[in-house]
């Protein structure tokens, strides 16, 4: 059974730092392509950060590139996004997940049971 946990979300003034965390079992990330998505209130899901299973390849979407980076510990199976210059619209859940198809121009979600619960990024202007 897949099991992702999150950390590191919280209340930051714009302009601000996080960093992300989300360490898994059940799964290897040197196997699994892995991405972080964030879903806004009364929005749909986005993909903001995502790696391929190699590390080859990476996905940032125009709204965060330069600002986000995405990097894993193999040995230590966690991912992490590193989030500078935030923004008020960048408040939302964040969730890590499973990737499926990673390039640099898209990134998408491997399977439903493939995600954890989420970690609550708040940008204040």
């Known amino acids: 059974q897949v099991h992702m946990v999150e950390s590191g979300g919280g209340v930051v003034q714009a302009g601000g730092s996080l960093r992300l965390s989300c360490t898994a079992s059940?799964?290897?990330?040197?196997?699994?392509?892995m991405g972080w998505f964030r879903q806004a209130e009364g929005k749909g899901r986005e993909a903001v950060s995502c790696?391929?299973?190699?590390?080859?390849?990476?996905y940032y979407p125009d709204s965060v590139k330069g600002r986000f980076t995405i990097s894993r510990d193999i040995a230590a199976n966690t991912l992490y996004l590193e989030m500078n210059n935030l923004k008020p619209e960048d408040t939302a859940m964040y969730y890590c997940?499973?990737?499926?198809?990673?390039?640099?121009?898209?990134?998408?979600?491997?399977?439903?049971?493939?995600w954890g619960k989420g970690t609550l990024v708040t940008i204040s202007s």
């Open positions: 997940a499973a990737a499926g198809v990673v390039t640099t121009t898209m990134c998408t979600p491997f399977g439903e049971n493939y």
């Open positions: 790696i391929s299973w190699s590390g080859s390849s990476t």
């Open positions: 059940g799964l290897s990330m040197e196997q699994y392509a």
